[in-house]
T-cell receptor
Framework: GAVVSQHPSRVICKSGTSVKIECRSL??????MFWYRQFPKQSLMLMAT?????????EQGVEKDKFLINHASLTLSTLTVTSAHPEDSSFYIC????????????????FGPGTRLTVT | DQQVKQNSPSLSVQEGRISILNCDYTNSMFDYFLWYKKYPAEGPTFLISISSIKDKNEDGRFTVFLNKSAKHLSLHIVPSQPGDSAVYFCAASESGNQFYFGTGTSLTVIP
């Protein structure tokens, strides 16, 4: 089955530093990757949609200069949290849609295991 | 504004009985609905989905019901098994563009 990995799984950083999270599709090519954020006991909130070779589309209220997304290849997207602050501490999850599969139901997206970011 | 809601944060069910997880939505343009299962420290995994042109979809022990007039869907698991214990998210989409997730319901199946 389709596997999506994220690295690192857990990261602690100091306030003001930047952190990069990688999302990789291991056995398929992904035209589209989504980045979500989940707060405790809250739903997954879509942050941005990333298409290979083009700029990411950010959801309303998400600062694109703070959350830098790069989708350089069909198997890798990165999320960089710049100048992190304690309020950025959260669980970040990516998902990927397989090339040619996402335009029709079930619009299946494969989720990574998530990255727990703690900013001290 | 939360477009997809799961009003029950938790549910406990005896093994072998039926689990019913509920989900409500507000956007009448949603035409596709999905249920995901999530274990701690893992990403969600797809469970079952339903198109708005249907009112029921069944896959083994899992059945999803859709009531468009009430903007309500539910996931039935029968019989429930201890391995079903997890957090269940419902999600809604308009033609595959963006997915809006509910807040999740934590299901515990008691052996």
């Amino acid at each position: 089955g389709a596997v999506v990995s994220q690295h690192p799984s857990r990261v602690i950083c100091k306030s003001g530093t930047s952190v990069k999270i990688e999302c990789r599709s291991l056995d398929f090519q992904a035209t589209t990757m989504f980045w979500y954020r989940q707060f405790p006991k809250q739903s997954l909130m879509l942050m941005a949609t990333s298409n290979e070779g083009s700029k990411a589309t950010y959801e309303q209220g998400v600062e694109k200069d703070k959350f830098l997304i790069n989708h350089a290849s069909l198997t890798l997207s990165t999320l960089t949290v710049t100048s992190a602050h304690p309020e950025d501490s959260s669980f970040y999850i990516c998902s990927a849609i397989e090339l040619g599969q996402g335009l029709l139901p079930p619009y299946e997206q494969y989720f990574g295991p998530g990255t727990r970011l703690t900013v001290t | 504004d939360q477009q997809v809601k799961q009003n029950s944060p938790s549910l406990s069910v005896q093994e072998g009985r039926i689990s019913i997880l509920n989900c409500d939505y507000t956007n009448s343009m949603f035409d596709y609905f999905l249920w995901y299962k999530k274990y701690p420290a893992e990403g969600p995994t797809f469970l079952i989905s339903i198109s708005s042109i249907k009112d029921k979809n069944e896959d083994g022990r899992f059945t999803v019901f859709l009531n468009k007039s009430a903007k309500h869907l539910s996931l039935h698991i029968v019989p429930s098994q201890p391995g079903d214990s997890a957090v269940y998210f419902c999600a809604a989409s308009e033609s595959g563009n963006q997915f809006y997730f509910g807040t999740g319901t934590s299901l515990t199946v008691i052996p």
